[in-house]
């Protein structure tokens, strides 16, 4: 059974950065390397995709964290990181990752989901 475990939020002032990571369990990446994606979701607001990593490496990203934010994955450690900076108050948010797939282009989240990790940024 897979599970995903979030860490690395915090509180943060503009201009800053965080690094996420999201450590993955009940699947060896190094055998079996599935699609990653971090989402983010507000008060009051829909979750939504941040950001979202292939098998093989290859990141995407909604376009108001482009040029913003990295992610990449170390599969020898079952980690997936997300790479925060520049952070602004609009991505305070609880962000969770899920494992999940690619399909015609467009990440197909699992039914497995993290607990979240919170991220503020406030002055």
């Known amino acids: 059974q897979v599970q995903l475990v979030e860490s690395g939020g915090g509180l943060v002032q503009p201009g800053g950065s965080l690094r996420l990571s999201c450590a993955v369990s009940?699947?060896?990446?190094?055998?079996?390397?599935?699609?990653v994606a971090w989402y983010r979701q507000a008060p009051g607001k829909q979750r939504e995709l941040v950001a979202s990593?292939?098998?093989?490496?290859?990141?995407t990203f909604a376009d108001s964290v482009k040029g913003r934010f990295t992610i990449s994955r170390d599969n020898a450690k079952n980690t997936v990181y997300l790479q925060m900076n520049s952070l602004k108050p609009d991505d305070t948010a609880v962000y969770y990752c899920?494992?999940?797939?690619?399909?015609?282009?467009?990440?197909?989240?699992?039914?497995?989901w993290g607990q979240g990790t919170q991220v503020s940024v406030s002055p």
């Open positions: 009940g699947i060896v990446f190094s055998i079996y390397p599935m699609a």
């Open positions: 899920t494992g999940g797939l690619f399909r015609q282009g467009v990440f197909v989240p699992s039914d497995r």
């Open positions: 990593i292939s098998e093989d490496g290859a990141g």
